[in-house]
């Protein structure tokens, strides 16, 4: 790691806990809202492709079972 990153995450410890858990908060919804945002653009892309959820699951059970 980085000085800079090890220096963050230093003083991120020194936080009271409660700026603690709200930074916390605030990390976890925008990791969320990035992933909503990742995955409509991947069903945008499978739409575009012609892959529906039935394809999706059909491909899993192959890849799962050899069937």
Request: proline share 1%.
């Amino acid at each position: 790691m980085t000085e800079a990153v090890l220096d963050i995450l230093h003083r991120i410890e020194q936080l009271p806990e409660a700026d603690r858990l709200l930074l916390e908060e605030h990390l976890a919804l925008a990791a969320e809202s990035n992933w909503r945002r990742e995955a409509e653009e991947a069903r945008k892309v499978a739409r575009a492709n012609g892959i529906d959820q039935a394809s999706i699951d059909r491909g899993i059970e192959k890849a799962r079972y050899g069937r």
